[in-house]
């Protein structure tokens, strides 16, 4: 999966960018909606290697996010066949992260749209869906820029995260080619 947007390239994770990434991963900050939080070198390492995995497998993929203008790793953005936590499924889900210092550039909105617009007329799906803990406002507010629509009629239990952690009830949103 190859995409251009005016100032950035989603495109196959690739063996330097497991250095950049694992930074991006280090770091509490970025990582505060995840669980686990802060991720080793090593399972940067392997979430890269699962990633290329599913891009081989499916033609779609949770990608590496490139700056053009100065080939910079600013983090990973794409497309995933959601887990089966997740009711109504198969899903096929978008997911971002971007590095602390690349924040509030319009960069996610601007590579999400681009890989909305992708999922809609090369890949020909009828539905994303986003899924993200109830707190994680930065990204429930980016789900909700690019036209995503939760309902809480759909409410569902992460068992991914344990129960009584403040990251443990997610909102799940939900877009297709008309909005
Ligand atoms: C969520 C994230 C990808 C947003 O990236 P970004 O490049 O800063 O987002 P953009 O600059 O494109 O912002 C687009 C819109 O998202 C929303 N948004 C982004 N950051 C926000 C914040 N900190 N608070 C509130 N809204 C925010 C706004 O609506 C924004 O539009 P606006 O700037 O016109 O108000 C980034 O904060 C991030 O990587 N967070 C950590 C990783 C993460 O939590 N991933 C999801 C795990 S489920």
Do not use: Q
């Not at 991914?160 to 443990?168: M, S």
């Amino acid at each position: 999966m190859r995409i251009e947007t005016e100032r950035l390239r989603l495109r196959p994770w690739d063996e330097c960018d497991i250095a950049p990434f694992a930074v991006i991963n280090a770091d509490p900050d970025v990582r505060r909606y995840y669980y686990p939080s802060i991720l080793t070198p090593a399972e940067t390492a392997d979430v890269i290697a699962e990633c290329d995995a599913h891009l081989r497998k499916h033609g779609f993929g949770f990608v590496a996010l490139e700056r053009k203008a100065d080939a910079t790793l600013i983090g990973g953005l794409g497309l995933s066949i959601a887990g089966d936590e997740i009711p109504g499924g198969p899903h096929v889900e978008i997911g971002w992260i971007l590095g602390r210092h690349y924040w509030r550039n319009g960069y996610a909105l601007e590579a999400a749209r681009a890989c909305l617009e992708h999922a809609w007329t090369r890949l020909e799906l009828t539905e994303i869906i986003g899924y993200t803990s109830r707190i994680n406002n930065p990204s429930r507010a980016l789900m909700e820029k690019l036209g995503m629509r939760s309902d809480p009629t759909e409410d569902f239990d992460d068992t991914t995260v344990p129960a009584g952690n403040p990251l443990r009830p997610p909102v799940l949103y939900r877009v297709g080619p008309n909005g």
